[in-house]
């Protein structure tokens, strides 16, 4: 299924999907010719708008336009609406354009809310907005009303407008039967091999693969196909004798009709994500965060990726990530002294650039991306951010990953050691990544999109780690 614009040539596609019992909840009469052919001139036009604020696009499934979903961000809260050929209910669709939208609304048009409704003698529309992310907030005059509130997560990692449509694939396309079927079209030696789902990401879905290997598919973000590429085409590069284990690529898949997006197959490392199975064992865990960096921190040839987003670069470019992150957080009242994380701050930024040659960095090492078994780290994952600068980006992950008294004896282990204007542009990067965990904390708590309760509580402990040991 695949988002796109309406063209001239969907008008009799338009009055198909407005007809029989998709309109019965609409309260109005099927569509007629001239209607359908006015309704499609007024989707092109608006396409051409800039700024735009108006969306009306098709869902198309293998080049048969099922339905339309539509985006008025003119004024007030942004409304969201859909309306699906009836011989296609049932299937999905609605819900992954659904996300779709959302998506353009947030990642691309930066807004902070959608609203939608339905008829209550509706409530299939009901759980397809449930499923999208969308909380039901009030119900009058036969009628639910809807909220979808922004993922905060571009506090951390801002997401740069997009132009191209049709966009990744959504969670209810990726099947084990789509997979198998990937498999036996390019590399039949593993479609044998049983196939479970493992984990769902911001940008891909993991499927386990046998004992040993993954299947990585793009399914959430634009950005996710170039990433995986990176990852094949980088991570064997890395500095040989890294000391914890992590996803090493061995066979790449290419787009094709079945899946337009290029996947990736891995070793699959075990162990549980920290945010849910968090670090115990601080010493242990501090001693193996350090090896681990010490080993990766090597110079990267000339060649290497830059770092998207501005990591591995200077901090003052995310002064207004922080910024926002910090004000959002404020007004949740989840930060109780934002005045101390501002001081931290600012002495994170003013600190000296780093000088050193670009160095091998992960770039997104958070609690999420550390996997863990018994109390302390056994792998990392997720390489997607893989870049070459300054390691100030990965050595603020102490104060996220390790309990209380890590980040000491981390900086003991690491090697050479940290100097002192790199330790204060780490701080930095440690209070942009726990303001960003905060906010996806406290969305998850809320059932709002984008949100993972789980983070919130490893970054509220980094943050008060950070204020407590500044100077």
Not at 89 to 118: C, E, I, N, Q
Not at 157 to 170: D, E, G, S
Request: glycine letters at 8%.
């Amino acid at each position: 299924m695949n988002l796109r614009e309406l063209t001239a040539n969907d008008a009799h596609a338009v009055r198909r999907i407005y007809s029989g019992s998709s309109v019965r909840h609409l309260g109005r009469a099927a569509m007629e010719h001239t209607e359908a052919h006015q309704y499609v001139e007024q989707a092109v036009c608006w396409a051409q708008e800039h700024p735009r604020v108006h969306y009306i696009l098709g869902i198309d499934v293998e080049g048969d336009l099922v339905g339309v979903v539509k985006l008025n961000a003119t004024a007030g809260p942004a409304k969201l609406s859909y309306i699906l050929r009836e011989d296609t209910w049932g299937r999905g669709y609605a819900t992954a354009a659904v996300v779709g939208v959302l998506a353009v609304a947030f990642d691309r048009l930066h807004l902070d809310s959608v609203v939608a409704k339905h008829r209550t003698a509706n409530p299939a529309s009901g759980r397809v907005l449930a499923k999208a992310g969308f909380a039901r907030i009030d119900e009058t005059e036969g009628s639910a009303y809807y909220a979808a509130v922004s993922c905060p997560f571009r506090c951390l990692r801002p997401i740069a407008p997009t132009t191209v449509l049709p966009m990744a694939h959504t969670p209810t396309e990726i099947t084990a039967d789509l997979v198998r079927r990937l498999l036996l079209e390019q590399h039949p030696d593993l479609a044998d091999l049983p196939l479970r789902l493992g984990a769902r990401g911001w940008d891909n879905q993991m499927w386990r693969l046998g004992d040993d290997l993954a299947v990585r598919l793009p399914w959430a973000t634009d950005s996710a196909s170039a990433l995986l590429r990176k990852e094949h085409a980088w991570l064997p590069a890395l500095p040989p004798g890294l000391s914890l284990p992590i996803p090493v690529p061995q066979r790449l898949g290419e787009p094709s009709e079945r899946f337009p997006h290029p996947w990736l197959v891995t070793t699959w490392v075990p162990g549980t994500p920290a945010d849910r199975a968090p670090v115990t064992r601080a010493a242990t865990a501090a001693r193996a965060l350090a090896a681990f960096l010490t080993a990766l921190h090597q110079p990267a040839p000339a060649e290497a990726p830059a770092g998207r987003d501005a990591r591995g670069g200077p901090l003052a470019p995310h002064a207004d990530q922080f910024i926002r992150g910090l004000s959002e957080a404020t007004d949740m009242g989840l930060i109780p002294d934002p005045d101390a994380v501002r001081a931290v701050w600012d002495d994170a930024v003013t600190a000296p650039p780093w000088t050193g040659p670009a160095l091998w960095i992960h770039g997104d090492l958070h609690p999420a991306n550390v996997l863990t078994t018994d109390g302390t780290l056994c792998g990392v994952i997720d390489f997607g951010e893989l870049c070459a600068g300054d390691p100030a980006c990965d050595l603020a992950a102490p104060w996220n990953l390790l309990p209380d008294g890590g980040a000491d004896l981390f900086h003991q282990a690491y090697e050479p050691a940290v100097d002192p204007a790199t330790l204060r542009r780490a701080c930095g990067w440690a209070v942009i990544r726990a303001l960003g965990g905060i906010l996806i904390g406290e969305a998850g708590r809320h059932n709002r999109p984008g949100g993972k309760a789980t983070w919130g509580p490893p970054a509220h402990a980094a943050l008060r780690r950070l204020v407590a040991t500044a100077p």
